[in-house]
């Protein structure tokens, strides 16, 4: 039986290398989308070209009920969860914390940090053996920024990411023993739209210089080192974070 893949945020960027990746892989795919949903159908579109299922779902991950909703649509459409890469989040323009409001924190937290944590509670219920599941892998997407603070930038987004991080290592103690494996993944200075969401487009090309390995990340690197994650290779890899961030 093929195994299914749960991408949050998988319309593009590093969602979208996920998808179509693990689909080459063998995986059917499910993936949200909460505004692209043009993309989420190129995206899905590929999947099935590499012979697998994919079935796309719009969700804002800082909405409990829709979260909810994805789950029972989910369950609906798939007999088994056995990978959730838990990618969805957002960063908002550059700005020191004394510029930065109530209003942007809650919501970065909220789909950064809440929306992620009740993602993966809900991953657990299906795939932990205490469920009656068959186990399975959660794969945190990170960032290098969560090491790093984000100083004048964006130490909001960093701070999430830090929680994150906190989160990943909670929850693998938590699950150990129950056939799940939970892992994450801090991308440094990818090449992706993120930067121009952030209202800096040029950002990766500007940062190059002070990345040792001198250039930027492709989404693709950070889909290879997921599906690694997610692989029988990995399998006594769990409560860890790969940096794949050409040495910052």
Same mark, same amino acid.
């Given at each position: 039986m093929g195994k299914t893949v749960l991408v949050t945020g998988g319309s593009a960027g590093i969602g979208a290398a996920v998808a179509r990746m693990?689909?080459? $892989?063998?995986?059917? =795919?499910?993936?949200?989308?909460? @505004?692209?949903?043009?993309?989420?159908? @190129?995206? *899905?579109? !590929?999947?099935?070209? @590499?012979?697998? $299922?994919?079935?796309?779902?719009?969700? !804002?991950? *800082? !909405?409990?009920?829709?979260?909810? *909703?994805?789950?029972? *649509?989910?369950?609906?459409?798939?007999? $088994? +969860?056995?990978? +959730? /890469?838990?990618n969805a989040g957002i960063v908002d323009e550059k700005a020191r914390v004394d510029e930065i409001d109530h209003a942007r924190l809650r919501?970065?937290? !909220? =789909?950064?940090?809440?929306?992620?944590?009740? /993602?993966?509670?809900?991953? =657990? $219920?299906? &795939?932990?053996?205490?469920?009656?599941?068959?186990?399975?892998?959660?794969?945190? &997407?990170? @960032?290098?920024?969560a090491k790093l603070g984000a100083g004048s930038q964006y130490v909001d987004y960093a701070a999430t990411k830090g929680a994150i991080d906190t989160m990943t290592i909670g929850l693998a103690q938590e699950v150990a023993n129950e056939g799940i494996r939970v892992v994450g993944i801090r991308p440094g200075i990818i090449d992706t739209e993120i930067h121009a969401k952030g209202g800096e487009p040029e950002r990766g090309k500007q940062l190059e210089g002070w990345i040792p390995m001198k250039r930027m990340g492709t989404a693709g690197e950070v889909a290879e080192a997921t599906l690694w994650l997610m692989s029988e290779g990995a399998s006594y890899v769990t409560g860890s974070m790969l940096d794949v961030s050409g040495g910052r």
């Open positions: 693990a689909a080459t $892989r063998g995986y059917d =795919v499910a993936l949200t989308y909460r @505004s692209g949903k043009a993309e989420a159908e @190129s995206v *899905a579109r !590929d999947v099935q070209a @590499s012979g697998r $299922r994919c079935e796309i779902y719009r969700c !804002d991950v *800082a !909405d409990p009920k829709q979260i909810d *909703a994805l789950f029972t *649509a989910f369950d609906q459409d798939f007999s $088994r +969860l056995d990978a +959730l /890469v838990n919501r970065i937290f !909220d =789909v950064n940090v809440i929306g992620a944590f009740l /993602v993966a509670g809900q991953a =657990v $219920r299906r &795939m932990s053996t205490k469920y009656g599941g068959t186990g399975g892998v959660i794969v945190n &997407m990170s @960032s290098i920024a």
